[in-house]
Every structure is written in structure tokens, then in C-alpha cells.
Nanobody, 115 residues
């Protein structure tokens, strides 16, 4: 059983910054991919950024240059540093863990960016 717990969401003004954290616990195979997805009201859940256990990263075009994903493998924790936030970044942000063909999700944390 794997548990993912997100934290760090909140309300921020446009241009501001937030850092999200995702703590993973349970039966976590050391080779995996972690990622952040987001879902705005009425829209589908989309990938924001992902990072492999080896450190390779991937970003959505809309966040490149503004967001930075990182992870602390010994602590099984992933982070998302979000700079220069825009109102369109408003969404529920979900932590995801992929182990082979298994997908695990956190409950999400709300990020609201005011204009």
C-alpha cells in the first residue's frame, strides 16, 4: 500500500511563489517516477512536471522556466517550486507516483492565484 500526502497549497497573488511537497510512504520500489498534475474546474487533469528516481525531469510547456520539480529519494519526498505564478495556474495539484504499471494519487492540494 502506498500513501501520498501533498502540502503547501494556498492563496497567492499573481507573480508570487509557492512550494508544494509530496510525502510518499508504504511499499515504494526505488525505481519509479513521481509527478505533479493539476486540474482546474471543468478541465481535465494534466501533467505539470515529472521526475524519475534517476533525476530526469519533464515539464509542461506552460510552466517551463517558472516551475522546478525536485525530489529527495532517501526521504521519499517530491517538491514543486512554483515561481511567477499566474491566475491560470489556479487548480488542484495532485501528486502522482508511477511504479511500473501502477499509478498512485494523493488527494490534492488547492493552489489559488489571484490577479
Amino acid at each position: 500500500q502506498v500513501q501520498l500526502v501533498e502540502s503547501g497549497g494556498g492563496l497567492v497573488q499573481a507573480g508570487g511563489s509557492l512550494t508544494l511537497s509530496c510525502a510518499a510512504s508504504g511499499s515504494i520500489f526505488r525505481i519509479n517516477t513521481m509527478g505533479w498534475y493539476r486540474q482546474a474546474p471543468g478541465k481535465q487533469r494534466d501533467l505539470v512536471a515529472s521526475i524519475t528516481s534517476g533525476g530526469s525531469t519533464n515539464y509542461a510547456d506552460s510552466v517551463k522556466g517558472r516551475f522546478t520539480i525536485s525530489r529527495d529519494n532517501p526521504r521519499n519526498t517530491m517538491y514543486l517550486l512554483m515561481n511567477s505564478l499566474k491566475p491560470e495556474d489556479t487548480a488542484v495539484y495532485y501528486c502522482n507516483l508511477k511504479i511500473v504499471n501502477l499509478n498512485y494519487w494523493g488527494n490534492g492540494t488547492l493552489v489559488t492565484v489571484s490577479s
